[in-house]
């Protein structure tokens, strides 16, 4: 049974200044309950430490793949993260600094 994502977003061929951003962007575009996986050719754990700075206990974080190549990663916005965007223009973080 294979998952279903709201958005996949293949990193490899995206400049790396663009990545972050992209993907903030395609995490606050998610419902809660949707999930996003991202394909990366290394270990986007630094991006892992970002959500927790930025969105603590209102993500879920899950590698599906461990390189040596490849690594892939199932990020999921929480039911939590809906109240907490609200009345905030960050969208639960992806556009505070």
């Not at 969105?55 to 929480?78: A, D, N, T």
Request: hydrophobic share 40%; with cysteine.
């Amino acid at each position: 049974m294979s998952a279903s994502f709201a958005t996949t977003l293949d990193l490899r061929q995206i400049a790396p200044p663009a990545r972050h951003p992209l993907i903030f962007n395609s995490f606050a575009a998610l419902l809660p309950g949707q999930t996003l996986e991202l394909i990366n050719d290394h270990d986007p754990q630094p991006l892992n430490a970002q959500f927790q700075m930025r969105s603590p206990g209102l993500f879920s974080w899950s590698y599906l793949e461990q390189g040596p190549q490849v690594w892939r990663v199932q990020i999921g916005k929480s039911a939590g993260a809906a109240s907490a965007a609200s009345g905030s223009c960050c969208s639960g973080g992806a556009c505070c600094g």
